[in-house]
T-cell receptor, first 118, second 115 residues
Framework: DTGVSQDPRHKITKRGQNVTFRCDPISEHNRLYWYRQTLGQGPEFLTYFQNEAQLEKSRLLSDRFSAERPKGSFSTLEIQRTEQGDSAMYLC????????????????FGPGTRLTVL | AQTVTQSQPEMSVQEAETVTLSCTYDTSESDYYLFWYKQPPSRQMILVIRQEAYKQQNATENRFSVNFQKAAKSFSLKISDSQLGDAAMYFCAYSRASGTYKYIFGTGTRLKVLA
């Protein structure tokens, strides 16, 4: 169990540019979440995958945001035409598949990608 | 809609003393989970303790325990024998026990531990 990893850890971009973040969940976890955390706030849910299927998207996820998990393993979150309001920490979390752990309700978080839009 | 409220933006505790962090939530669900996560500066969020709503017994994990009051919709965290390494942001989180199990977080409490 190597934990959830995210890449890059930090990203600085200019307004209007596109950015893509990657999340590698714990290998045996089939559920994956993306959250956004702004300064002084708790994380807010963005989207949820079970295997490769995106089953829920928050209304926070505007049409400039897209997330994928093509083979049910790693996931990417892309933001197009970034705005200064997109500056935040983007957190990824994964959760075990049912029947594999006593705490399949618990999410395990990665270190996050801090995005700064200039 | 479910909400989670942490009314203490910041708390301080002397090393070796006990501190209690407060969390209240609102839900119409009867079955759900509650969590406390710790987020040290520039480090990832880690689970401190979890509580299943259908269990009346309060969860404990070493120096960490909760006071779960289901009727009052209250879920406080008690840290005993506080250590310098306990200094962090603490987030209370809620998830339904069905569907996506997505978390709803409070705004966090910054805990300072004084030597």
């Amino acid at each position: 169990d190597t934990g959830v990893s995210q890449d890059p850890r930090h990203k600085i971009t200019k307004r209007g540019q596109n950015v893509t973040f990657r999340c590698d969940p714990i290998s045996e976890h089939n559920r994956l979440y993306w959250y956004r955390q702004t300064l002084g706030q708790g994380p807010e849910f963005l989207t949820y995958f079970q295997n490769e299927a995106q089953l829920e998207k928050s209304r926070l996820l505007s049409d400039r945001f897209s997330a994928e998990r093509p083979k049910g393993s790693f996931s990417t979150l892309e933001i197009q035409r970034t705005e200064q309001g997109d500056s935040a920490m983007y957190l990824c979390a994964s959760r075990p598949r049912s029947g594999t752990s006593a705490s399949t309700d618990t999410q395990y978080f990665g270190p996050g990608t801090r995005l700064t839009v200039l | 809609a479910q909400t989670v409220t942490q009314s203490q933006p910041e708390m301080s505790v002397q090393e070796a003393e006990t501190v209690t962090l407060s969390c209240t939530y609102d839900t119409s669900e009867s079955d759900y989970y509650l969590f406390w996560y710790k987020q040290p500066p520039s480090r990832q969020m880690i689970l401190v303790i979890r509580q299943e709503a259908y269990k009346q017994q309060n969860a404990t994990e070493n120096r960490f325990s909760v006071n779960f009051q289901k009727a009052a919709k209250s879920f406080s965290l008690k840290i005993s024998d506080s250590q310098l390494g306990d200094a962090a942001m603490y987030f209370c989180a809620y998830s339904r026990a069905s569907g996506t199990y997505k978390y709803i977080f409070g705004t966090g409490t910054r805990l300072k531990v004084l030597a």
